[in-house]
């Protein structure tokens, strides 16, 4: 039973499939009016849902929801396969494809397929040469999103990795991974003056002129 004349007109779109509620700017079709409020707020940029515990606010409360897992750390989707579980079903149905190896996205300009739709955007990059990703703080763009993401840290200053054994600190993970070879690489050529000891006799002397003052 339906207790409002709205429930019964969005159960008979179930069957029909037909879309009764257009949006004035750019006629896309919804079957339920919820949705067609939803799909408004991507024209009026309005995002009623506010996180209590940073600044970000989101256009549908279930983007909320998703979002504040990542406060909370919740994984309410489990794989079924091995331990992993995931805050997003999206997610758990992305990593399936690990274990089945399904690629239903197929590139159109040729031959290869992919598990996620995002693999799939990156790829067809390739044929278009499109930079979909761009800085909005300078002209560059970028075909992957994970490339904006390190270009945009030149502008902030932002050293997220930090390396465990001394101060320094990297703006890409592989810069840190470099920098920590120096650590265990055997340092055989000792300072005289102080406790310093590096890998290389001309690293050495370089260091040795910092005591000494003299200039190369």
């Known amino acids: 039973a339906f207790s409002r004349h709205s429930h019964i007109k969005y159960?008979?779109?179930?069957?029909?499939?037909?879309?009764?509620?257009?949006?004035?700017?750019?006629k896309k079709s919804f079957s339920a009016d919820s949705d067609l409020i939803k799909h408004h707020r991507t024209h009026t940029g309005e995002k009623p849902y506010q996180c209590h515990?940073?600044?970000?606010?989101?256009?549908?409360?279930?983007?909320?929801t998703k979002h504040q897992r990542t406060h909370t750390g919740e994984k309410p989707y489990q794989c079924n396969?091995?331990?992993k579980a995931f805050s997003q079903s999206s997610r758990l149905i992305e990593h399936h494809r690990t274990h089945t190896g399904e690629k239903p996205y197929h590139c159109s300009q040729c031959d290869k397929a992919f598990a996620r739709h995002s693999y799939l955007k990156i790829h067809q990059t390739k044929h278009t040469g499109e930079k979909l990703y761009q800085c909005s703080q300078c002209e560059k763009a970028f075909s992957r999103k994970h490339d904006l993401r390190k270009h945009y840290l030149t502008h902030t200053g932002e050293k997220p990795y930090q390396c465990d054994q001394c101060d320094k600190a990297f703006t890409t993970s592989s810069n840190l991974l470099i920098?920590?070879?120096?650590h265990t690489i055997e340092k055989s050529f000792?300072?005289?003056?102080?406790?310093?000891?590096?890998?290389h006799s001309k690293v050495l002397i370089e260091h040795q002129r910092t005591h000494t003052g003299e200039k190369p």
């Open 11 to 26: 159960h008979h779109t179930t069957h029909t499939g037909k879309k009764l509620y257009q949006c004035s700017q750019c």
């Open 53 to 64: 515990q940073c600044d970000k606010s989101f256009s549908a409360n279930s983007n909320l």
């Open 81 to 83: 396969q091995c331990d």
């Open 179 to 182: 920098h920590r070879r120096t």
């Open 190 to 199: 000792h300072c005289s003056q102080c406790d310093k000891a590096f890998s």
